[in-house]
């Protein structure tokens, strides 16, 4: 099948009509209302939240003498998170 430069120009146009759309459908248009600096913050609490539990559990885990005792650190971050993890 042999393609005509005007065949060739339309797919290209299609193609980089399709592409500005989806970087239009990914771009972030915010939920925040365009209050990217309260956004941020509340993310980094959020962060800063599993970092602590982290580190207690870490703490914890390291201080463990046995199985039981790792059981219970891994009981107690639970608790910290909310009773329940995301998994990815």
């Known amino acids: 099948m042999t393609r005509t430069p005007l065949a060739l120009l339309m797919i290209a146009t299609l193609c980089a009509g399709t592409a500005a759309q989806a970087q239009a459908v990914v771009a972030p248009t915010g ?4 209050n990217i ?3 941020k913050q509340k993310e980094l ?7 602590q539990i982290l580190q207690t559990l870490q703490s914890c885990v390291s201080g463990a ?3 039981t005792a790792i ?6 971050a639970q608790a910290a998170r909310g009773g329940h993890e995301k998994k990815c």
């Open 31 to 34: 939920s925040t209302g365009g």
């Open 37 to 39: 600096a309260a956004h």
């Open 45 to 51: 609490a959020k962060i800063q939240q599993k970092m």
């Open 65 to 67: 003498a046995d199985a």
């Open 71 to 76: 059981k219970s650190c891994n009981a107690t």
